[in-house]
């Protein structure tokens, strides 16, 4: 299985970026994929996450109203549209998958749940 980010960069606050997560080597009918973001001196946050099977989607709270989770109906790509940027989002972006047997909670995130993690796309808002 590889995950592949992309769509990171610089942008100023307010902005708006959309990264993407190629996943390839599994077919994506029953998972959990998510995004974490870890910034210098800070625990891994998860960010948001997304059911492949039924929509189910799942926003931090200090996302909520300006990132957007989707995938594609080929099931092979994940976007997080993220809109009105902060400074605070600047982070590395992860995406990761993990298995979703029908008892996978979408009310929070853990990163022990996901096996497979893609190497991270950086994003930076500043002026």
């Known amino acids: 299985v590889q995950l592949v980010e992309s769509g990171g960069g610089l942008v100023q606050p307010g902005g708006s970026l959309r990264l993407s997560c190629a996943v390839s080597?599994?077919?994506?009918?029953?998972?959990?994929i998510a995004w974490f973001r870890e910034a210098p001196g800070k625990e891994r946050e998860g960010v948001s996450c997304?059911?492949?099977?039924?929509?189910?989607?799942y926003y931090a709270d200090s996302v909520k109203g300006r990132f957007t989770i989707a995938i594609d109906d080929a099931k092979t790509t994940v976007y997080l549209q993220m809109n009105n940027l902060e400074p605070e989002d600047t982070a590395v972006y992860y995406c990761?998958?993990?298995?979703?047997?029908?008892?996978?909670?979408?009310?929070?995130?853990?990163?022990?749940?996901?096996?497979?993690w893609g190497q991270g796309t950086q994003v930076t808002v500043s002026s």
């Open positions: 990761a998958t993990a298995r979703d047997s029908g008892t996978f909670d979408y009310t929070r995130l853990y990163s022990y749940e996901f096996f497979h």
């Open positions: 080597g599994v077919t994506l009918d029953y998972y959990a």
């Open positions: 997304i059911s492949s099977a039924d929509g189910t989607t």
